[in-house]
């Protein structure tokens, strides 16, 4: 009965005329878009990646001693876990305990401090091309707890993203941070895309939406990209492979804001204008990387990692801050306890190409 209904409605789509005309017009505009031979332009969050990521020095600088002690007791499924210590730094607690968990379809990874504060990731690939992941914070501090779910959707020439920061139905309304990204490859080189964010603190506080705009160009051997961002913020950033052991970015942000305007104005009347600068270069040599890098604000920083032995790696860091004028210094080492099955694992399973953990 079930399959007979089928069959009648697909015939009735099959011999209506405006379905048809549908269909047509679908399938005429996927052959031409087929046609440009487009790629996958990456995500809206990681459109200056190969600069903020690659480059710089942002999310890798620390200050003080660390020392990180990682053991790998499988690669398929992966599982690893990691002991990391620090003295002298106010970002980092004293001691942090982590696990890694990993397979083509999941990816689980959790922290736990010396303050008992938790923070998990857990992560699950759908299919090929649709992914979601889960980050949850847990803290004794106010306010430092949250929960953000994010969908990813991966196409053949296009990136979408749906993330949920804090989501709660408790108040008898919709609370929380949505954001919505969306970014399309309109030729080989350049793509296109936006972002809204919505939220709301509480139900007695009215909501609020702001939306920015992306546009990312490809070249051979440099990328360019600029996110015009609410409030008149404005960043640039350019990535250009010099070498196939040296690359340098750059990224310019420039805030225009209602305040106090030229000397001699009234007060609220004219723009507020401020920016910042960054230059940053990357060196890969046959055992280490140097990264440096300098802002219009009178910051230098630099970074070198080397790896001493096998499972052996020293790291350090340095930032002058020449308008405060002080220093900040950081030496870290990292220690990888390594195990032969293990290795044998990681070997047949390069050999048998396994699609990595959904990270």
Known sequence: ?????????GQFLAN???????????????????????????????????????VFLT??????LRADITKALGVSPMFQTSHAFAMGSQ?????????????????????????????????????DAFVTRTQMQIASGPGQSMLQVDQDYTGKDFSASLKSLNPS????????????????????????????MWQRAAMNTGPESVVSYVAKYKGADWIASAQLQAQGAVNTSYWRRLTDKVEVGADLNLQFQPGMGAPGSM?????????????????????????AQADSSGRLSALFEKRVLPFVQVTFAGELDQLKQNA??????????????????????????IAPPPY
């Open 1 to 9: 009965m079930a399959s007979s209904e089928k069959s009648a409605l």
């Open 267 to 291: 007060m609220g009347s004219g723009l507020r204008k401020e920016g910042t600068a960054t230059l940053g270069a990357k060196y890969d040599f046959r055992a280490s990387t140097f990264r």
């Open 91 to 127: 970002a980092l607690p004293p001691y942090t305990f982590l696990a890694t968990y990993g397979t083509p379809k999941v990816f689980l990874h959790g922290t736990v401090d010396n303050e008992g504060s938790l923070m998990t990731r857990a992560n699950y690939r759908w299919s």
């Open 328 to 353: 900040k210094v950081g030496l870290g080492v990292s220690v990888e306890v390594p195990n032969e099955d293990v290795m044998e694992q990681q070997e047949r399973m390069m050999s048998a190409n």
């Open 16 to 54: 209506n005329a405006f379905f048809t005309s549908i269909n047509r017009i679908h399938s005429s505009f996927a052959d031409r878009r087929e046609a440009l031979g487009l790629s996958n332009p990456g995500t809206v969050e990681k459109v200056a990646s190969e600069v903020q990521r690659d």
């Open 169 to 196: 139905m408790l108040d008898g309304g919709l609370t929380g941070i949505f954001i919505g990204s969306y970014l399309q490859s309109i030729t080989p080189g350049l793509a296109l895309g936006m972002e809204a």
């Open 59 to 64: 999310n890798s600088m620390f200050t003080g």
